[in-house]
């Protein structure tokens, strides 16, 4: 009986299999008509398996890692912003890019996190086959898990290959999604503050 295909592409540690990978890499190559012994494609394979690692490395980390214990103690209770954190992500139904940018805010409940680490927690969900609604929801979750602020705040702005290369073939369409949590959600000044700290500035 055929093995599902993520017990094909994984060893036993959990990790991606080279060179299962460039072997079903090779093989597609082939069945869209192309040769996979010529020069330009003969690495290819190889160059993939690579790519998708790096890709989908979020799988193999936790939030927990990440922080890694850039949580601190602060006598300090007013909204932290980072904001414009680019990301890169992979469209769970075609495995399209879509990219974009996150913002993200929280109120302190007397703790925080390092700043950078926000941008990781970011990267760590978005480096995985993904939809932007759960990634959004997944950051905004994380964080609120791990220090209990007394909001968390997620909105993401992004741009779809696979709604502008194929399908409706649009070029500037963008989604935009959120994720509103705690203050966030039950409070409205709390909210049109973070939407006016993220609007960008007129010229």
Do not use: W
Request: aromatic residues 6%.
């Amino acid at each position: 009986m055929t093995k599902p295909t993520e017990e094909i592409l994984l060893n036993e540690t959990n990790t991606i299999d080279a060179r299962k990978v460039a072997c079903h890499m090779r093989e597609i190559i082939r069945l869209v008509g192309e040769d996979p012994n010529r020069e330009g494609l003969r690495k290819t394979p190889e160059r993939f398996e690579k790519a998708l690692k790096f890709l989908t490395s979020g799988y193999h980390q936790n939030v927990d890692h990440i922080l890694n214990g850039a949580t601190f103690s602060v006598n300090y209770d007013e909204m932290v912003v980072v904001k414009d954190i680019e990301f890169f992500s992979l469209c769970e139904h075609h495995v399209l890019p879509f990219f974009g940018k996150a913002h993200v805010a929280y109120l302190p409940s007397n703790k925080v996190i390092g700043l950078s680490k926000i941008a990781r927690v970011v990267n760590m969900f978005a480096r995985r086959l993904q939809i932007q609604e759960r990634m959004t929801s997944q950051i905004a979750k994380a964080i609120e898990e791990k220090i209990a602020p007394q909001g968390v705040g997620v909105i993401i702005e992004a741009r779809h290959l696979c709604m502008q290369m194929r399908g409706v073939e649009k070029q500037h369409g963008s989604a935009v999604t959120s994720a509103m949590l705690g203050a966030f959600r039950h409070n409205k000044q709390t909210r049109d503050e973070f939407l006016a700290l993220i609007r960008p500035k007129q010229s």
